[in-house]
């Protein structure tokens, strides 16, 4: 058998409002007391990494996942946490990494960042930021914050913050710099930044066949060669959720699923989710991850390997499905799917 | 620089060269399907061609990088997929006498707004019926030595490619074309048919507005008659 302990796979949540088995909503309070404990189970069940993306919504209250993630730490001891995605045009640089330091003394350097815009734009005008103004912002606080990651004082100035000058950041993190991520959906031109940076090619994948993406890991590679870099990994990101069995699992989820998606394009503007696309997404060349262990499994392998990634954190549920079928989606997803996806690719390996 | 060798079906001349504005998220895509449809394809970002050498040669095999002022003197259609916003950084001047395909959105709830592509759509920015210009009529306006067509837009980027399909397969999915020089419309019809689509032909650039966000068929791919039927009832709705 060849060594897959190269590979690692993590849980990502937005804090996706939970709700009672009779659908009522639970509170806000509540959905982010059962976040602390999923995130405790996915250590528990084998999991390697948890993530939160920020949020601003009623469905997705989840502004400040830094806070939740020192919570888990308390609490854990191995399973690696990080934001999935900081985002960072509409933060500044120096508050995101004097958090995400804090959580890596707090976790004793467990602390992982993934930077990039996500699906949601509500922080631009909560913060007072112009989404017009989103690759300016975005590409000079990377360049910030990838200077705040070697350590030692800091000399900058843009146009988005206050300059520094020799500035030392605390805290000082004690094992090198924070894993450090950059969210892509996409852009080719967001992989060569990533590149540029120095930090690793996260691809968020909610859509479509995922496959698709695998020149922008071969675009990284020799990206990261053209700057003169090492080789950094590449991480995939996709919705989905586990159950006992391929019905159970999208009973579970399309529901909820076709609720929020029905939600954001009426916000939005775009056309309802249908069933029939859903079917495809979810089936073997789409990239919903919804099915059982061996299903989930049998599609994370394939795509990792499509990708080259080395990683894979699966966006768990939808707003609006309870608290128990998370915690059993993480069960099967740590006691199952991922041994299982660590033996196909063995084996692929072995067979070759 | 490569010779593309092609056997379509069309004559050469159908073909012209495609000057791509863009190499963000939609621009690779449609690159990638007027390549495999036998056109020859330009594509330039904001800056030096040199920035997307590396993904012309990874994404868009095939495609020249160029500046983006050589592209489109070069081009016999200019395809707009910029974010919008970097629209208005355009020197019309680069599009005198061009045939040029919109297909770019103004879509507030996802990309903020922008003034002068609110004028003079309803207060919070959404698309209302019978409110104002289409975003495409805006462009037309400030691209007046051009002849503009709204296309390529409502399909998803991620879509575009996985759903194109040969004239005459079961599954063929539909693309609407807008706009008001008729020559114009029958240029690009034919560019969406040859890279996978049957082209809906909706009407002028101010029908446009059904091909945005909030229109009908934005973000919904469709087969031509269940198209038709969607653009049909929405324009029932209306009266």
Known sequence: MTDTSVYTFGLDTFGDRNADAS??????????????????FAEQAGVDFFGIGEHHTDYFPMPAGDVVLAAIAART????????????????????????????????????????????????????????DYEKLFDEKATLFAELLKGGPVTWEGKTRPALLNQDVVP????????????????????????????????????????????????????????GRGPLPVLMHAPGHVAATDEQAKAEFWPRYRDIFTLVAAERGFANPTADRFE????????????????????????????????????????????????????????????????????????? | MKTRQWQGRYPDSQRGRLGILGAG????????????????????????????????????????????????????????????????????????GKLVVDAMNYWPASDGRLSVFQDPVSEDGAFEDGAGASSSEIVARRLAGSRVVKALNHIG??????????????DRKAA??????????????RLVDQIGYDPARVGGLAAGRILQPGGPVFGVTLNLPEFKRVVQEHARSLT
């Open chain 1, 77 to 132: 001891s191995r399973i690696r946490l990080g934001s999935a995605v900081t985002v960072l045009s509409s933060d500044d640089p120096v508050r995101v990494f004097q958090r995400y330091s804090t959580l890596n003394a707090i976790s004793s350097g467990r602390a992982e960042v993934i930077l990039g815009r996500g699906s949601s734009i509500e922080s631009f005008p909560l913060f007072g930021y112009d989404l017009a």
């Open chain 1, 172 to 227: 000082h993190n004690e094992s090198g710099p924070i894993p450090t991520w950059i969210g892509v959906g996409g852009n080719p031109e967001s992989v060569i930044r990533a590149a540029r940076l120095g930090f690793g090619l996260a691809l968020a994948i909610i859509g479509g066949n995922p496959a698709r993406f695998a020149p922008y890991s071969e675009l990284f590679r020799r990206a990261l060669e053209k700057f």
């Open chain 2, 25 to 96: 998220h939609i621009g690779p895509v449609v690159a990638r399907l007027a390549l495999g449809a036998g056109y020859p394809v330009d594509i330039a970002a904001s800056g030096d061609p040199e920035d997307i050498a590396l993904i012309t040669e990874l994404i868009v095999p095939g495609a020249r990088p160029r500046w983006a002022s050589d592209a489109a003197a070069d081009a016999d259609i200019v395809v707009l997929a910029m974010p919008l916003h970097r629209f208005l950084d355009v020197d019309p001047g680069l599009l005198s």
């Open chain 1, 23 to 40: 659908g009522t909503p639970l509170s806000h309070a509540q959905t982010i007391r059962n976040v602390v404990e999923e995130g405790v």
């Open chain 2, 157 to 170: 980027y991620h879509e575009l490619e996985d759903q194109a399909r040969p004239a005459g397969a079961k």
């Open chain 1, 280 to 352: 495809w997404e979810s089936g073997p060349d789409g990239a919903l991850f919804v099915g059982s262990p061996e299903t989930v499994a049998r599609k994370i392998a394939t795509n990792l390997r499509a990708l080259g990634a080395t990683r894979f954190d699966l966006k768990y549920g939808m707003p609006g499905m309870t608290h128990d079928s998370l915690l059993t989606g993480i069960e099967l997803y740590g006691r199952e799917v991922i041994p299982r996806v660590r033996e196909l690719l063995a084996t692929e390996a072995a067979a070759v």
């Open chain 2, 176 to 189: 609407g074309v807008a706009g008001d020089d008729p020559d114009a419309v029958d240029a690009i019809a």
